[in-house]
């Protein structure tokens, strides 16, 4: 692999001049008019408005990261305690488990009315349906790694007859680690989902400032909200990405797990 | 006194009709050193395994003074290095898990990898070590608890000659100096010969062949070209030939030399 600048320009420079030429020739066809402005507006007056309006877009993309923190922050620490206790307990995992899974296969669009009139409108509802999305896969990834415990880093351990505690802290976990960090990178992509979807229905955050401005017909407030959203996204990837290279420091070679 | 006393040892696995060994009995002084030898799948890494308690005999009894546990320590034919752990923390792993952990552990695992030559490697990841280092750091690991009693399964098996044969000497070395008594398995004679002050022969039909004292004097890699060397060696690959052919037609023999 290359180092420093030149090794960024190979890694990365296709990928920017891509994104370049693309927003050109967007910027071109409606500045020609081939697309009428209303349904597709550019990517200046997209920016423009973005500008303009950006302490409400602030705000709201604010208050959806916070949600999202929340659900998410709520799925690792939940997820990661049940699937200790379902690994720790077989009992609890045959009859816990399969209402987990239950769980997962509700659609959270058709709970999240549900959720409105238990939590009411807003916040509440919203870190809810982040947090049902995104629960499972941290569990069910955690729940593997903590099973799939290399066999002969096993028998090192025997050697030394470890506590049940030691085994747990010393080698599961940290055998765990990278599924763990996988699920957490697939539950952060849902959070985000489950958040606007909350949001949406529950109001607040970019997804009802993407809601309003449909009804409004601002298509460019629509695009600024859209972006906000996978930039938060982003950014999501961006920080469990950096805490992977410290927590696999060890085993780099599993950070593309 | 004898520090280990074997008598009358059977190994079968459970739901398996081929039994590995059976009756084998043998003492072993507290200053000798054993290599078992022979070829693979005559149950030499079966009887270290006994030897350790990792596996049961189905019947005899192994009798080992000091007693199992702690003062005896095992190296397995790959590293297992626990990959999130770096060399001194590897190093260390044994003291943790039985509790015996402190400052001055940390001292003598430092000086311990010093004079295995790796001084420098002490922060290094397994995966950033060469496949030596990582058995030097396995070595390092099996004598950080100060036993009396190492048993080794085919420990330098996966490495090029040149570190093998280092490996070997360091072996010798730590024998002397730190009053060190090993068993050692190989399917090398010219190894067991370098290596064992008794040999125990084994073969596939699960009867096994007790050799007393070489005694050479200096070990070192000069000795391995010297005639005596040689000719103990050739004695040995003829008593495996003898062994093999009173049971084996002669086209199945393992070519072992």
Redesign the interface.
């Known amino acids: 692999m290359n180092s420093g600048v030149m090794g960024w320009i190979e890694d990365k420079l296709p990928a920017w001049l891509f994104v370049a030429l693309l927003l050109s020739i967007w910027q071109w066809a409606v500045t020609q008019q081939w697309v009428a402005s209303y349904l597709l507006p550019s990517p200046l007056q997209i920016f423009h408005t973005t500008v303009e309006l950006w302490p409400e877009i602030l705000a709201a993309t604010l208050s959806t990261a916070q949600s999202i923190s929340w659900g998410l922050g709520m799925s690792i620490l939940i997820g990661v305690t049940l699937a200790l206790l379902f690994f720790a307990i077989p009992v609890a995992r045959r009859a816990i488990l399969p209402f987990c899974i239950f769980f997962q296969t509700v659609p959270i669009i058709s709970i999240a009315p549900l959720l409105v009139i238990w939590f009411g409108f807003g916040q509440p509802t919203v870190r809810a349906s982040a947090f049902i999305v995104s629960l499972f896969p941290i569990l069910a990834n955690t729940l593997t790694g903590l099973q799939e415990t290399d066999p ?2 096993k ?8 506590s049940a505690w ?1 085994l747990i802290f ?2 599961q976990i ?1 055998s765990a ?1 990278p599924y763990m960090l996988t699920g957490i990178k697939i539950s952060a992509g849902l959070a985000v989902i489950g958040a606007i979807v909350g949001e949406f229905i529950a109001g607040g955050g970019l997804g009802s400032l993407i809601d309003a401005a449909r009804t409004q017909q601002r298509v460019d407030l629509v695009f600024s909200g859209v972006i906000m959203s996978s930039g938060l996204a982003l950014l999501l990837v961006f920080i469990i990405d950096a805490v992977s290279r410290v927590l ?6 599993l950070r593309k797990l | 006194m004898p520090s280990i006393e074997v008598q009358q040892l059977s190994k079968r696995f459970e739901n398996s009709a081929h039994t590995i060994f059976s009756e084998l009995s043998f003492t072993l002084a507290g200053d000798e050193s054993l290599c078992l030898l022979g070829p693979s799948g005559c149950g030499k890494t079966t009887l270290l395994r006994l030897l ?1 308690g ?1 596996e049961q005999p189905s019947s005899g009894t192994i009798h080992v003074e000091p007693q199992q ?2 003062q005896m ?2 190296v ?1 034919q ?1 590293p ?1 290095l ?5 060399c001194l923390e590897n190093v260390l ?2 003291l ?3 509790s015996q952990d402190s400052s001055s552990s940390r001292t003598r695992a430092v000086e311990l990898l010093q004079q295995l030559g790796l001084a420098g490697r002490l922060k290094h ?3 950033e070590l060469s496949g030596g280092m990582q058995m030097r750091v396995a070595l390092a690991r099996a004598l950080i608890t100060q036993p009396r009693i190492v048993l080794l399964d085919e420990p330098f098996a996966a490495l090029d000659e040149r570190s093998r044969f280092r490996m070997q000497d360091i072996l010798l070395e730590l024998k002397t100096g730190m009053n060190l008594q090993y068993v050692f398995v190989t399917h090398s004679i010219s190894e067991a010969v370098y290596l064992g002050d008794r040999i125990l022969l084994m073969d596939n039909t699960g009867r096994a062949k007790d050799c007393r004292a070489i005694t050479f004097g200096a070990r070192n890699q000069a000795l391995k070209l010297t005639p005596a060397f040689n000719a103990v060696v050739q004695t040995y690959a003829q008593l495996f030939g003898e062994m093999e052919h009173s049971m084996f037609e002669s086209d199945v023999c393992e070519a072992s030399v």
């Open positions: 002969q880093l028998e090192l351990f025997r050697l030394y007859k470890p030691q010393k080698l940290p680690i696999l420091r060890g085993r780099p070679y | 350790m990792l546990g702690i320590s095992y397995f790959e297992r626990v990959p999130w752990r770096t792993l044994p943790e898990l039985t990841f397994p995966h």
